[in-house]
């Protein structure tokens, strides 16, 4: 199932054999380097127009969030501090890119519709790719390699058509 890593602790108190939850990377890779989507659950900040109690409390409480309370591990997500150890059902995330994502630049902003509208796929609009899987698993054929070659080589192409070249 692809969810975020926010659902392991609901879906392992929600299972009769809760240990046996796991969760891995969605399997990206490039040049051999394996990759994943990481993204933010919430964000904090300190109201900078706040009275100095009210930023101080703000801080420290921002400050044991991060650094006591140990609710990243608890509610599923990837340790804040850099270099913190991976809790043990993230352990299949070790060595794993993490990627971010960042604001479109300027000028591009449609390029991500247009490449998916171009190729036909219907990433994450149609649901086509996961019933592909479904149909294939049920079918014994094509393999994942195939779907993905097949996929790939459309995507390839939008991406030519659509003028990208990086």
């Not at 140990?70 to 850099?82: A, D, T």
């Not at 993230?90 to 479109?104: A, C, I, M, R, S």
């Amino acid at each position: 199932m692809a969810l975020g890593s926010w659902s392991i602790a609901q879906m392992k108190s929600a299972a009769e054999h809760g240990d046996d939850v796991a969760y891995m990377p969605f399997p990206i890779s490039v040049n051999g380097k394996q990759y994943t989507s990481v993204s933010p659950d919430y964000n904090y900040g300190i109201n900078c127009n706040s009275s100095a109690d009210n930023q101080l409390a703000a801080m420290l409480y921002v400050k044991w969030l991060i650094d006591k309370s140990g609710f990243e591990v608890s509610q599923g997500g990837i340790p804040i501090k850099v270099n913190a150890q991976l809790p043990d059902f993230l352990k299949t995330f070790e060595g794993v890119g993490l990627l971010y994502d960042l604001p479109t630049p300027a000028g591009e902003e449609t390029l991500g519709n247009d490449v998916n509208n171009e190729s036909e796929l219907g990433v994450n609009v149609s649901g086509g790719l996961a019933k592909a899987v479904v149909e294939a698993a049920i079918n014994g054929q094509p393999g994942m390699k195939e779907l993905a070659a097949e996929w790939d080589e459309k995507w390839t192409a939008a991406q030519e058509k659509c003028g990208i070249t990086h």
